[in-house]
């Protein structure tokens, strides 16, 4: 940290969130497949529901967390969105396979 910006400021968040915010990279690529299985409509509704849980992490851990209640919020609509998204695509293939 202190070589790329001047200052340690944030390192302790990057310590204690590195390891649960590489599922985020896992969101895109999801979505991408979602939207290739033609799966816009479960997009909607996943968008939906992980916003709603994240509105409502947030007003949960902020409070009683401050920042890292924030992170928390955070987190929670990243894994809701992920688990949501493998549910539809396996949902799917299995639809698949079965029609063949």
């Given at each position: 940290m202190n070589?790329?910006?001047?200052?340690?400021?944030?390192?302790e968040f990057i310590k204690k969130y590195a390891l649960f915010i590489i599922v985020y990279y896992i969101e895109a690529p999801l979505g991408t497949a979602m939207v290739a299985l033609s799966l816009e409509k479960?997009?909607?509704?996943d968008s939906l529901?992980?916003?709603?849980?994240k509105i409502i992490a947030y007003f949960i851990f902020i409070p009683l967390f401050q920042t890292d209640g924030l992170v928390i919020g955070l987190l929670v609509g990243v894994y809701c969105t992920v688990f949501i998204n493998i549910y539809f695509i396996q949902k799917k293939f299995r639809l698949l396979l079965k029609q063949n």
């Open positions: 070589l790329l910006y001047h200052h340690t400021q944030g390192y479960h997009i909607f509704i529901i992980c916003n709603l849980a």
